[in-house]
């Protein structure tokens, strides 16, 4: 099964959402959205600027 994005409006009535991988882990979830529409918005972002991510490991 391929992940999926959940849409869910959270207890304050926020938008929030959630990146699950096909297994049904929680991979990433999103900060707290006014609308649906600028959730969807971010959803629609991390589609377009993460599929060629680079990993950077920050050590101290």
């Not at 991988?21 to 969807?40: D, H, L, R, V």
């Amino acid at each position: 099964m391929a992940g999926k994005f959940e849409m869910y409006s959270d207890k304050a009535g926020k938008f929030r959402f959630r990146l699950k991988s096909g297994n049904g882990q929680i991979i990433a979830q999103s900060e707290a959205y006014e609308s649906k529409a600028a959730c969807k918005n971010g959803i629609a972002s991390v589609r377009k600027n993460a599929p060629d991510a680079a990993l950077v490991e920050i050590s101290k």
